[in-house]
Every structure is written in C-alpha cells, then in structure tokens.
C-alpha cells in the first residue's frame, strides 16, 4: 500500500485547501481531500476511486508556479496503475491544459473552459461534451463588451480563441503568454463554431466591469470573476 499512501500525503500536502472530484458506486460525490483521510483506503480503493479531478492555478499549481512540478508528474502517471483517471479542471484552453501536461496529455481526462469543453485520453484530441451557448445571446454580449472602452473580447470555441483585438498587446498576450490557438475575427458575427465560453478582459481590473455586465447578464447566464 505504499503507492496509495503516497498518494494520500501528497494530495493532502498539494491540495489542502482544494476539492477532489470521485465516482464511487456509481454516483458522483464531491469531498474534500481531507475527509479521503478518513476513508477505509487498505480494503477498498479499488472500488471506490476512479477519478480525481483538481483545478489548477491555487490549487495543483501554488505559489505562482507555471507548470506541475515532477514529483505531481510522477504521482500522475501511476494514477492509472490503480484505475484511476486524473482530471485537469481549468479555465484555460484545451491546447494550453495539453502543454502543461505534455508527457501525460494522452492519458488524462482534460476539463476545459471552465466546464464548458471536456477531452477524453488520447490523440488525436477526442471531445467527450461540449456546453454550447445561444448563438443570439452570445452575439448580444459580445457586443456588449465590445462597446466597454478598454475592454477585450475572448471568444472560446472547443479549442479556439476568437479575438475581436483592440490592440496588438492584447492579441500578442493570449497568443504567446497564454499560448491558445487564436484566430482574429473583424466581427463577432463572423464566429465559424459554437459559443462555449465569452470572456471580458479589463485591464483596470475584472472587479469594475461588475456593475457593467452583471445587471443585465447576471440572470441570463452564468458570470464569474477570476
């Protein structure tokens, strides 16, 4: 049982202050890491782990570090020896979540755009669901932030950002800081796929587009602020 003990302090260690996300008998439960302690592991593991989910940046990713450090590479390769699937639950894109977990991505479940996008193992990418938004809705936020002065618009396909670029800066950071596909569009209007995910980039802060957006939008879908 060495193997799962280290999975036990690790997990305990990497994310005290996050969730996990297990299928046991067939039902979805969500625990914190730090009832699994509490839990019967020696006997029955086998059966009542499958998945562990875990976000990212906070949480598998502490103290402003950018990628998953070897020791939580390592954990996660031996996860399926146990049966167990690991789930990286992020905002990010699908292309970004696969570089930061470059030698595992073909084995691992990918939760992408904030819940709206998940991939399957393997490679080519396999999409398991997708979240769509309405088209006319989408359209009418769009527009809505467009007319914010200052403020971007990042559009999120399945694996695509589709920008509507103010300024080079704003292009040149979801480009090459972020790393996302991207394609530049003269309109909203000219989106080729499915809304997933519409996202308002502010540079004064997200905090000050609350009163902005949320009056009108608040109600009509689901905001949040990171």
């Known amino acids: 049982m060495l193997f799962y003990q280290s999975v036990i302090?690790?997990?305990?260690?990497r994310y005290r202050s996050g969730e996990a996300l297990f299928k046991r008998h067939g039902r979805k439960n969500l625990v914190t890491v730090s009832e699994i302690t509490l839990m019967r592991w020696q006997n029955s593991i086998h059966f009542m782990i499958k998945y562990i989910a875990s976000d990212l940046d906070g949480t598998l990713l502490q103290n402003e570090a950018q990628k998953p450090d070897?020791?939580?590479l390592e954990l996660i390769r031996r996860l399926p020896e146990a049966g167990i699937h690991f789930i990286a639950a992020s905002g990010r894109?699908?292309?970004?979540?696969?570089?930061?977990?470059?030698?595992?991505?073909d084995r691992m479940y990918f939760l992408c755009e904030n819940g709206a996008v998940v991939y399957m193992?393997?490679?080519p990418p396999k999409l398991l669901s997708k979240t769509v938004i309405d088209r006319a809705l989408s359209l009418e936020l769009c527009r809505d932030i467009l007319e914010i002065p200052g403020c971007e618009l990042l559009i999120s396909g399945a694996?695509?950002?589709?920008?509507?670029?103010?300024?080079e800066s704003y292009l040149d950071h979801i480009r090459y800081f972020v790393g996302n596909n991207v394609t530049v569009l003269d309109s909203p209007q000219e989106m080729p796929e499915d809304f997933v995910k519409i996202s308002a980039y502010y540079l004064p802060g997200a905090e000050q587009l609350e009163?902005?957006?949320?009056?009108?939008?608040?109600?009509?879908?689901g905001a949040a602020i990171a």
């Open 9 to 13: 302090r690790i997990l305990n260690r």
């Open 70 to 72: 070897n020791e939580t």
């Open 93 to 105: 894109q699908y292309r970004s979540l696969r570089h930061l977990f470059a030698p595992l991505a």
């Open 121 to 123: 193992p393997g490679e």
């Open 159 to 167: 694996n695509m950002s589709y920008l509507c670029p103010k300024t």
């Open 211 to 221: 009163p902005m957006l949320v009056p009108k939008w608040g109600k009509r879908l």
